[in-house]
């Protein structure tokens, strides 16, 4: 079962003492000490900057997944251009995976789009978005091993991220189709790759397992095994919008057709 806790910012600047705001016994000179509260009031107006969705809204999305993936941080950063690439199949949508609470809250603040998410571990530490989610029913934990409590087509898009890299190919088998069932546009798939070294270390006794990380290929092949068939269409609106908006992707990035 995943944890949740939360991130430590002030350990990123030095957990010996070091770094902008560490103090010293040395000397230093009067232009030395302007400069460091120059540099500490930008950083400051920055961080403050970040929680109005400026520049540092990337970082924010990292560090709610506490550095371990970026998968699910990605989805909120694709939002623009899945839109692009689906149009009217965006209005309703159900994200699969670690931190959905923050996902759908992204997702949720769209026009036009309705949201939905299914949280496949323990939420531990949720704040009270999250809790208020959870209560209205639009966020509910699942293990997604096994067949998901909707009816067919119950949404026009269905978005997962950081949760097939834990399935093995027995419960792969079962999973897609499954999403592929209660989706009627599609699935928009977020996976790590192989050389991810930070999702292959990830700590076992967070997520239950170790991630397998697949390559390209082995999806591919994955994908014709299981008689699901990929969305060329979407892939190619997917492709250029990606290209207009200067947008690179950290994760792999599938898309799959829906079952008639």
């Known amino acids: 079962m995943m944890s949740r806790r939360p991130v430590n910012l002030s350990r990123r600047f030095g957990d010996s003492g070091g770094g902008l705001f560490s103090s010293s016994k040395s000397k230093t000179s009067p232009a030395l000490s302007v400069g460091l509260i120059i540099v500490g009031g930008l950083f400051l107006i920055g961080y403050v900057y970040k929680g109005s969705g400026g520049f540092g809204s990337r970082l924010e999305s990292v560090s709610r997944l506490q550095g371990d993936y970026l998968c699910t941080g990605e989805v909120p950063r694709a939002i623009p251009i899945l839109k692009k690439a689906y149009g009217d199949s965006l209005h309703k949508v159900l994200h699969v995976g670690p931190d959905t609470c923050y996902v759908v809250s992204k997702l949720l603040k769209e026009e036009e789009t309705e949201a939905w998410g299914i949280e496949p571990y323990d939420i531990e530490d949720a704040d009270a ?114 290209t207009k908006s200067s947008y690179v992707p950290n994760c792999q990035i599938f898309h799959l057709k829906s079952l008639n």
């Open 129 to 242: 978005n999250c809790k208020a989610l959870i209560r209205k029913g639009i966020v509910r934990m699942a293990d997604i091993k096994f067949p998901l409590p909707y009816r067919p087509k119950a949404f026009s898009l269905v978005v997962i991220s950081d949760a097939l890299d834990f399935l093995s190919p027995r419960y792969l088998n079962k999973t897609l189709p499954d999403l592929a069932r209660i989706s009627t546009d599609g699935i928009v798939i977020f996976t790590g790759y192989p050389d991810n070294k930070k999702a292959k270390g990830a700590d076992v006794s967070k997520y239950g397992k170790t991630a397998k990380m697949r390559s390209s290929s082995w999806w591919v092949r994955y994908f014709l095994q299981i008689n699901l068939e990929e969305n060329d269409a979407a892939s190619k609106k997917f492709a250029q919008a990606s």
